[in-house]
Structures are given as C-alpha cells and as structure tokens.
C-alpha cells in the first residue's frame, strides 16, 4: 500500500509540526527529516484544506460563476433570444469575461501567502525550458492523433465530426474578440486552472500515493472539458469521444510537469498551448469569420 500524507509531521530541528508534504519546516526552514517527502518538494507547499478549496473552485466554482455572469450579461444587454445569445461567440465571450477575472481574482486573494511559492516556481530558466519542451510533445502528440483518426475516417468513407463543444465554444469567443481572448483565455485560464487542477486537486490526489494523483488528475481534468449534454447525440458525442483522448494526453503532460519541475512549467506549458491555439482558430477560422 502506498504511504498517505495526512498526518502532520514534526520538525526534529524546532519540533514545529507541519504538513507532511512540506520539503521544509515553515519555522525553521529545516529539511523534512521523511525522504518520501522529497517526491513533493517541486509542489507548491499547500496546506491540505487550501488544496481541497482550490479544487473544489476548479470543479464547481467556475459552473457557479458562469451561472451568476449569465444573469449579469442577460440583464446588460436583454437579447430576445436569451439561450441563442448566451450560446453565440459574443454571448460567450461576455459571459467568460466576467468569469476568468472573477476566477482569478478569487484564486489570486486565496493565493496570497502562496505567492512567493509561486515566484519561486518561475524565477528559474528550467521551468520555462520544461514548459516548452512539454508543450511540443503535447502539440506533437495531438497532429500525430488527428492524423490517426483522418486516416481511420478517409478509410471508412465517413465524414470527420465536427469538433468537440469546448472546442468550439472557444473557437467562437476567440473570434468574437481575439485580443481579449490572449489574455483571458491565454494567461488568466490557465493561472486559476493550474492552481486548481495541479495544484490543488493533483496535489491532494498524490497525498494517496503518486499513481492515484496522476490517476485522479488525468482522468477529472479530461472529463471537466467533455461535454455532457452530447450524450443524447451520436454525432456530437462521437465528437467528444474522438476529442477526449487529448485531454487525457493534455493533462498527463500538465501532472508530469507539475509534479517533475513545479508550478512554472505546469503554467508555462498550459499558457504556450492556450496561446498556440487562439492563433491555430485566428489563422484557420479567421478569414471564414
């Protein structure tokens, strides 16, 4: 059975008790005297109940701003197809601007004895190294699966689906705005998805024992972009089905990162992908606007 990390450990330095997952004891600065520790050391050194709080931002705290700023927008602009609007890359785009400062701000405020953690894990040129070298094999790996997948569909005589709904309720924000979409979508995103996914629901994941972390947070991070009303469609789920493979590849990069070089290269990597992505729909989708 793996060893858990739950039960505080004390400092032999101070006596000081702390988190287990801690490298070093917050009084003294002394080393975690446990060597199992040291698979935690590149974690950002996060008590268990901010990690379960980050989480649970991550799984329902973005459905229930999304919620709040779909009433705000509706009240702003009073459309006469309100669920039309809502579902259009302007409605989109208006609803998520209110939601990714939101999301940020609250993760910023959560975050603010954690911000030199944070510096920390960008002060040095590695993570962004990592990051880069993390964001190419991920784009690498997913041209070589789109490849498979065209193939497999020319060979059958069958048209390809159309892309996933995440997918495309991007692709129409990004149009409807594309500078803002950079800095929403490209670095506030990914910020208060990797707090909340890597950070907080891996990091708690890992206090199981390192396969279920990466278990846990592959999986939830995958399925947090399918899209469950596809269920009851056999063309747009298979849209989604054919999509979810990426995201599993997606965030078993993002976990390694995050759990090999730290929160810097988990963010680097999510940021280039993210910014990789708004030019990919700008170029592709863009004259056909």
């Known amino acids: 059975m793996s060893k858990l990390f739950f039960k505080n450990t004390s400092c032999p330095h101070c006596g000081q008790e702390y988190d287990p997952t801690f490298h070093r004891c917050p009084k003294c600065g002394n080393l975690n005297a446990d060597p199992d520790a040291a698979t935690f050391q590149n974690y950002l050194p996060l ?26 927008v509706l009240a702003m602009k009073v459309p ?43 002060a040095s040129w590695k993570p962004y190294l990592a990051g880069l070298i993390g964001v190419a094999f991920m784009i690498g790996a997913g041209s070589l699966y789109n490849l498979i997948i065209q193939a497999i569909f ?14 495309a309720n991007v692709i129409s924000m990004v149009l409807a705005n594309p500078i803002a ?15 909340a996914y890597r950070a907080g629901l891996f990091g708690f994941a890992s206090r199981l024992g390192k396969k279920w972390g990466y278990v ?8 947090i972009h399918f899209d469950v009303t596809a269920l009851g469609s056999g063309s747009a789920f298979l849209a989604e089905a054919i999509a979810l493979p990426t995201y599993l590849g997606s965030a078993a990069v993002l976990c390694f990162l995050y759990d090999r070089f730290g929160f810097g290269a988990s963010y680097t990597a999510h940021v280039l992908n ?16």
Do not use: R
């Open 216 to 223: 846990i947070g592959i999986v939830v991070f995958a399925f």
């Open 47 to 72: 008590p268990l109940w901010k990690q379960l709080v980050y989480a649970g931002i991550g799984l329902f705290g973005l459905q229930i701003l999304a919620f709040f700023a779909q009433l705000i």
């Open 80 to 122: 006469s197809d309100p669920l039309g609007y809502l579902t259009s890359g302007e409605g989109l785009f208006a609803v998520y601007s209110i939601v990714y400062p939101a999301l940020f701000l609250i993760m910023a405020i959560l975050t603010w004895k954690d911000w030199l953690s944070i510096g920390k894990s960008l």
């Open 274 to 289: 993210n910014l990789i992505s708004i030019l990919e729909i700008i170029v592709v989708y863009g004259g056909s606007k």
């Open 154 to 167: 020319q060979a059958a005589g069958a048209p390809l689906p159309e892309v996933n709904g995440n997918q």
């Open 181 to 195: 979409c950079v800095f929403i979508i490209g670095f506030l995103g990914p910020f208060s998805e990797e707090l």
